[in-house]
């Protein structure tokens, strides 16, 4: 499912970022069950998720014009941690505005109030059971990819 659409098409993609290979997993498919999701980009941790945004190492060749309708984000990353990553996309001028939903299994309440003030639009815990987790990611999906209007990013 993994896909970067040309700049002249409307897919609108979803960038996930998940190490967790199990979660990663479930992610995706409870996406294509779903079927809101047209293009579901994967990074494995926070430096990938960083090159894919600002299209540097391995994504240098990849369209600085497409930014994903929304990037769901773990906490807990290798090599830079989501909150990181999260800081870095709300100080550059190119993803400020760019959707963000923390995807986590973290029930620390300092993660939640961190997510918020670092700018997160919306915290969701991941449900341990599949079905609630299958329906928790068609909601987020069809809100992020069908309902949301997101700002232009030359704003």
């Excluded at 609108?12 to 779903?34: F, G, H, M, Y």
Aim: hydrophobic share 40%; charged share 25%.
């Amino acid at each position: 499912m993994n896909c970067t659409p040309p700049a002249t098409t409307e897919i609108k993609t979803i960038l996930l970022v998940e190490d967790n290979p199990d979660d990663r997993e479930l992610a995706l498919c409870a996406l294509q069950n779903s079927r809101v999701a047209n293009c579901v980009d994967v990074a494995v941790d926070g430096v990938e998720a960083l090159d894919y945004l600002f299209c540097t190492g391995r994504h240098s060749g990849r369209s600085h014009l497409l930014f994903p309708a929304v990037v769901l984000l773990d906490i807990k990353l290798p090599k830079i941690d989501g909150l990181e990553v999260l800081r870095r996309i709300r100080a550059d001028e190119r993803t400020k505005f760019q959707p963000v939903v923390i995807l986590t299994s973290s029930r620390e309440e300092q993660d939640l109030i961190a997510g918020y003030r670092l700018g997160a639009n919306s915290y969701i815990r991941k449900p341990v059971d599949f079905e609630k987790f299958n329906e928790a990611i068609r909601q987020l999906g069809l809100y992020w990819l069908v309902m949301n209007e997101p700002p232009p990013h030359d704003v």
